[in-house]
């Protein structure tokens, strides 16, 4: 079972950068797949950005260009760097791992960007 744990979320004016960690209770190099997904109010949680162990990284157009993903292998530990923050950023965001066909997640971490 992998266990997540993330940090870094909080309140930015539009504009703004953010970045988002998510700890992992496993080398994240073994790990298939970790991503990051949102969910804000009233809608349904979607992809933001994965990696795959092989560095393959994925985005969700609405964050092309803005959003980075990367990970620290010691540290075991995934990164979304969000830059240029927009109010329809604003959601709960939420690691997550795929490893041996189980998906695990994070408890979520708020990210507002106000106008």
């Known amino acids: 079972q992998v266990q997540l744990v993330e940090s870094g979320g909080g309140l930015v004016q539009a504009g703004g950068s953010l970045r988002l960690s998510c700890v992992a209770s496993e080398r994240i190099f073994d790990i298939n797949v970790m991503g990051w997904y949102r969910q804000a109010p009233g809608k349904q949680r979607e992809l933001v950005a994965t990696?795959?162990?092989?560095?393959?990284?994925n985005f969700a157009d609405s964050v092309k260009g803005r959003f980075t993903i990367s990970r620290d292998g010691p540290r075991n530990t995934v990164y979304l760097q969000m830059n240029s923050l927009r109010p329809e950023d604003t959601a709960v965001y939420y690691c997550?791992?795929?490893?041996?066909?189980?998906?695990?997640w994070g408890q979520g971490t708020q990210v507002t960007a106000s106008s």
């Open positions: 990696i795959t162990s092989g560095g393959d990284t």
């Open positions: 997550n791992a795929v490893h041996l066909g189980y998906h695990y």
